[in-house]
């Protein structure tokens, strides 16, 4: 009996993805493991492998499709068994979720499609989700509506609509689901941020000591060693609100937002409070590369209770991130400003002043907690030459 191959839970916080690229054709043999299609989330680009020996019987999604959790996306059969929409039910996984190819055979106005005509379950999704009335889309192949002529014709639509002119960027997989996040992080979660600046002259002093020792670390890395310190003392920044009570996780995994060409990444750093400082600097040096490159794994960017963003590097001196749900807190860092201060000795001294900014989610702390927090982060980077600090 056939079997349906069905996009898998893929990770936290992911229920879409886009399928890449097909490795395997119609009719080609398979074997468990084989990878079948890249996938790509917001996260990370993941194989999608074969569950078990066969024939490839159907290619159900398109390449550049969105699909959703359970779609169904290919079915894997044996050699010389056919398969159509239309033949009985393959087998399926224990865990799929159905979905169902609907066959109209009466048209309603401003709802289906002539008859006859087919659509996808991701068709139908996405018609949703933009507003799209599935009878104004004409399929590709003029047998079947898929996710891919849903969006055609919105961008059509919406090309057809633009009277002042200009050019329509699409988002990547990564900018669309990061935009979603980020969407639901500002309508609901209660936020609020505080900042603190820090003198940061010692902790500069230490990276050009450090330098010239031949030990090259990066300001991110000395940041990231000075917070993940701090949370130990600080529990409820390295937590989480569910069910209407409040996860403390006893790791602190710091997730360290990072650019790259197709939107922001988030490699994550586990157990960051346990390494030594050079161990911290080589991997974030690592996550970092392949942050750039679309290379991470996606046990490389899950797992995370803490997020760090630095724009320290391009001159912004201040701003506030958004929380990233599920955690608790965000610490947005800015750039090191010189300023005029009082010195000890009555005179005036130039200090390298750094905006700390830590956003919370209100249900899990207050403005005496966060407070707190960034008194004793504000001491650990004004002390950072300290013993504890550097082991």
């Not at 990370?44 to 159900?60: H, R, Y």
């Not at 398969?83 to 009466?106: D, F, L, Q, R």
């Not at 209100?362 to 005496?368: I, N, Q």
Request: proline letters at 5%.
């Amino acid at each position: 009996m056939a079997t349906e191959v069905r996009l898998p839970h893929l990770g936290e916080s992911i229920d879409s993805a886009v399928l890449v690229v097909w490795h395997k054709q119609v009719g080609d043999p398979i074997k468990r493991g084989d990878e079948l299609a890249d996938l790509e989330t917001d996260k990370a680009t993941l194989p999608l492998e074969a569950p078990k020996n066969g024939i490839l019987l159907a290619i159900l999604a398109g390449e550049g499709e969105t699909v959703g959790i359970g779609d169904l996306l290919s079915v894997i059969g044996r050699e010389g068994e056919s398969w159509s929409p239309e033949s009985e039910s393959p087998e399926k996984p224990a865990s799929a979720i159905p979905a169902v190819n609907t066959t109209v055979s009466i048209p309603v106005a401003d709802e289906e499609p002539p008859a006859k005509i087919k659509i996808s379950p991701v068709a139908r999704r996405k018609a949703r989700e933009l507003g799209i009335d599935l009878a104004s889309v004409a399929p590709a192949d003029g047998l079947k509506i898929s996710g891919a002529d849903v969006e055609a014709h919105a961008r059509q639509t919406a090309r057809a609509g633009n009277a002042t002119g200009g050019r329509r960027i699409e988002l990547s997989q990564s900018k669309r689901l990061t935009g979603q996040r980020m969407l639901e992080s500002a309508q609901n979660l209660p936020q609020f941020a505080l900042t603190i600046d820090a003198d940061a002259r010692n902790l500069l002093k230490f990276r050009e000591q450090a330098k010239s020792a031949g030990d090259n670390f990066s300001l991110t890395a000395l940041l990231i060693r000075a917070t993940a310190i701090t949370l130990r003392d600080h529990p409820l920044l390295n937590a989480s609100f569910e069910n209407d009570g409040i996860t403390v996780f006893d790791a602190i995994n710091i997730g360290v937002a990072t650019a790259a060409a197709d939107g922001l990444r988030v490699p994550v750093i586990h157990e960051a409070d346990k390494l030594s400082l050079t161990a911290l600097n080589d991997k974030l040096g690592e996550l970092a590369a392949k942050g750039r490159e679309n290379r991470l794994s996606l046990a490389e960017m899950s797992g995370g209770t803490f997020t760090l963003s630095n724009l320290g590097m391009t001159g912004v001196s201040h701003f506030t991130p958004l929380v990233n749900p599920p955690q608790s807190a965000i610490l947005g860092l800015g750039a090191a400003r010189s300023l005029i201060i009082p010195g000890t000795d009555g005179g005036i001294e130039i200090a390298r002043m750094m905006a700390l900014t830590v956003a919370c989610d209100h249900r899990v702390l207050d403005g005496m907690e966060a407070a707190a927090f960034l008194a004793s982060l504000k001491r650990a980077v004004e002390s950072f030459a300290s013993e504890e600090q550097t082991c």
